[in-house]
C-alpha cells in the first residue's frame, strides 16, 4: 500500500512527497502484482528553497518486521522513480522517504562558486565535514575510503585539483551510499 502524500519535517516543512503511484484510494486498497513481479513507484518529491533532494521507497512484506529500501532516481522537474520486486505472494507495503541532502546541495553549491571563481578553502572544509560524519555510517573499506577523500581535498591547496574531486562522480556515489536521511518521519 502507498500513502497519498508524505512530509518530512525538519524544523519546518521541507520535503513534500505527493502523486504517488501505483496507489488505489489513497492508499486504502493494496495495488496487485505477482510473484517476481517489480513494482514501479513514481512521485512528486521536491523542497522549498534550492536545496537538493533526495528519496527512497521503503517496502517490506507484511510479515517482515524490517523495512528494506530501493532509491529513487530523478527523472524530470520533481518526479522521481524507483522499484522493488515482490518476491513472494501475500500483502506488501511501501512507503516513500525523501530528505534534503546536505552533501548534493553542497556539491550544487561548491560548482556555481568555482565556475564563478569564488570557491575557497572553507567551502572544501564544509565538503570534509559531511564526509567525515558520513564515514560512522560507513562499512570498514568505504570509511578508509572517504577518510581518504577528506585527507586529500585537506591537503591540496590549488582549486583547480581540489574542486573536480570534491566533485566526482567516485565521491558522489560513495556518499549516496551512506545517506543522512535521519531527519525526520516520511
Request: hydrophobic share 35%.
Amino acid at each position: 500500500r502507498g500513502r497519498g502524500k508524505g512530509m518530512m519535517q525538519e524544523g519546518r516543512r521541507r520535503v513534500v512527497i505527493e502523486n504517488i503511484k501505483p496507489e488505489v484510494d489513497c492508499g486504502r486498497f493494496p495495488i496487485k502484482r505477482i510473484a517476481g513481479e517489480e513494482v514501479v513507484v513514481t512521485a512528486d518529491i521536491f523542497a522549498d528553497g534550492y536545496d537538493a533532494v533526495s528519496a527512497r521507497i521503503l517496502y517490506k512484506k507484511e510479515t517482515d518486521r524490517t523495512w528494506r529500501e530501493a532509491p529513487m532516481s530523478l527523472l524530470e522537474n520533481d518526479r522521481w522513480r524507483g522499484e522493488f520486486v515482490v518476491e513472494e505472494a501475500g500483502i506488501y507495503h511501501y512507503t516513500i522517504e525523501g530528505w534534503i541532502n546536505r552533501f548534493k546541495t553542497w556539491q550544487q553549491d561548491l560548482r556555481k562558486k568555482f565556475e564563478a571563481g569564488q570557491s575557497s578553502k572553507t567551502d572544501i572544509l564544509i565538503g570534509i565535514g559531511y564526509l567525515k560524519a558520513t564515514e560512522r555510517r560507513a562499512t570498514q573499506g568505504d570509511m578508509e575510503k572517504l577518510a581518504g577523500f577528506a585527507e586529500i581535498l585537506r591537503k591540496k591547496e590549488n582549486a583547480e585539483e581540489v574542486v573536480p574531486l570534491a566533485l566526482s562522480e567516485e565521491l558522489a556515489g560513495l556518499m549516496e551510499k551512506y545517506p543522512d536521511a535521519d531527519c525526520g518521519v516520511t
